[in-house]
Nanobody, 121 residues
Framework: QVRLVESGGGLVQPGGSLRLSCTAS????????MGWYRQAPGKQRELVAH???????TYTDSVKGRFTISRDNAKNTVSLQMNSLKPEDTAIYFC???????????????WGQGTQVTVSS
């Protein structure tokens, strides 16, 4: 069983910063990609950023230059530093990891419960 616990959401003014963190725990054998998705009201969930276990990163165009994803493999943690936030960044942010549990040969996606980020003056 693998659990994801997210933290760091909240309310911030335009131009402000927030840092999201997500820690995976449980019977983990290996983690491949770790990432963040978001879902705004009335919209589909979209990829924000992800990072491979080798450190390669991918960002959606709208956050490039403003958001930075990082991971700590020893702690099974992925973080998202969000700077220069805009109202259009308002959404529920979900952590996602591609993980193999102990005793399994298959990697599966696991999701966090989501954390609200609101950018408003």
């Amino acid at each position: 069983q693998v659990r994801l616990v997210e933290s760091g959401g909240g309310l911030v003014q335009p131009g402000g910063s927030l840092r999201l963190s997500c820690t995976a725990s449980g019977t983990i054998a290996s983690i491949r990609t770790m990432g963040w998705y978001r879902q705004a009201p009335g919209k589909q969930r979209e990829l924000v950023a992800h990072i491979t276990n080798g450190g390669d990163t991918t960002y959606t165009d709208s956050v490039k230059g403003r958001f930075t994803i990082s991971r700590d493999n020893a702690k099974n943690t992925v973080s998202l530093q969000m700077n220069s936030l805009k109202p259009e960044d308002t959404a529920i942010y979900f952590c996602n990891v591609n993980v193999r549990s102990l005793g399994s040969f298959v990697f599966n996606d696991r999701w966090g419960q989501g954390t609200q980020v609101t950018v408003s003056s």
